[in-house]
């Protein structure tokens, strides 16, 4: 059984930082592609950012590039969404998922695990 267990997120002012931890307990994040996903009110859920399994591969969605930076640590078996400047459009439930049917996915359907989400919320 998989569980990932998001922490870290808060309320912060714009132009500030956050960092996103979601620990894995079941698989290995070292051998599993993995993202980070939003949800804002009355939207949809968005792909924010991936890695891939040997982490030699990211990807971001437009909008975040250069300000927010997905990495791993295996011996904590963790994942985490570096988030700086921070604007009051990324104020979101921000989702880790995890996929067990390979491939290297920005849809929502390319991944069959997921945590509960946690709350970012950035004042103007």
């Known amino acids: 059984q998989v569980q990932l267990v998001e922490s870290g997120g808060g309320l912060v002012q714009a132009g500030g930082s956050l960092r996103l931890a979601c620990a894995a307990s079941?698989?290995?994040?070292?051998?599993?592609?993995m993202g980070w996903f939003r949800q804002a009110p009355g939207k949809q859920r968005e792909f924010v950012a991936a890695?891939?399994?040997?982490?030699?591969?990211?990807d971001y969605r437009h909008s975040v590039k250069d300000r927010f930076t997905i990495s791993r640590d295996t011996t904590k078996n963790t994942i985490y969404l570096q988030m700086n400047n921070l604007k009051p459009d990324d104020t979101a439930i921000y989702y880790c998922?995890?996929?067990?049917?390979?491939?290297?996915?920005?849809?929502?359907?390319?991944?069959?695990?997921w945590g509960q989400g946690t709350q970012v919320t950035v004042s103007s």
């Open positions: 890695i891939n399994d040997d982490a030699k591969i990211t």
């Open positions: 079941g698989r290995a994040v070292s051998s599993y592609d």
């Open positions: 998922a995890l996929t067990t049917m390979g491939g290297f996915s920005r849809l929502t359907t390319g991944y069959d695990y």
